[in-house]
């Protein structure tokens, strides 16, 4: 410094603790960066607390990052669920519709159907009451299928009867 000047300490500290909670620096990196002594800066974040209010401002965005995470598993879940339920009931309307019905095709749909209601897809969910309601008139299709007397079911036995 030269004779006669006189040396700038008026930094602005709000600012610098700004950066410094926002960010991953350390007071180091942020005193270099900014032009500020490291003393004179760690002294300021010392007595502010800067450090510990850092840490828990990373932990409610870990926090929060962890429930959005969580949510949109769940909704994938909910997607996938309603994917397959409709899936399988599309399934088993077009095969109730054809008076040909192969064996291969309803072990391998009741199969399907089976591993579903155990994944629990056929559980309520937001959409829940639509498809319940689809499910009933499905359940009703088939039972009304079983009683059929003035047409001819045709049951062909193709296919591989162990898959």
């Known amino acids: 410094m030269r004779k006669g000047q006189t040396k700038n300490t008026n930094y602005e500290y709000e600012k610098l603790?700004?950066?410094?909670?926002?960010?991953?620096?350390?007071?180091?990196?942020?005193?270099?960066?900014?032009?500020?002594?490291?003393g004179t800066l760690y002294d300021h974040a010392r007595k502010g607390k800067w450090e510990e209010r850092r840490k828990k401002r990373q932990k409610k965005r870990i926090a929060k990052r962890i429930e959005r995470e969580e949510q949109n598993q769940d909704q994938a879940w909910e997607s996938l669920q309603n994917t397959i339920r409709f899936a399988l009931m599309d399934q088993?309307?077009?095969?109730?519709?054809?008076?040909?019905?192969?064996?291969?095709?309803?072990?391998?749909?009741?199969k399907a159907t089976k591993d579903a209601r155990e994944m629990g897809v056929f559980g309520v969910t937001l959409q829940g009451q639509k498809t319940e309601k689809e499910l009933a008139i499905l359940e009703q299709q088939i039972t009304a299928a079983d009683s059929l007397t003035d047409t001819e079911i045709k049951i062909n036995g193709g296919g591989d009867y162990g898959a």
């Open 17 to 38: 603790e700004s950066e410094f909670l926002a960010s991953d620096m350390t007071l180091r990196q942020l005193a270099k960066l900014r032009g500020v002594p490291y």
């Open 92 to 110: 088993w309307k077009k095969l109730l519709s054809h008076n040909e019905m192969h064996l291969s095709a309803i072990a391998s749909l009741t």
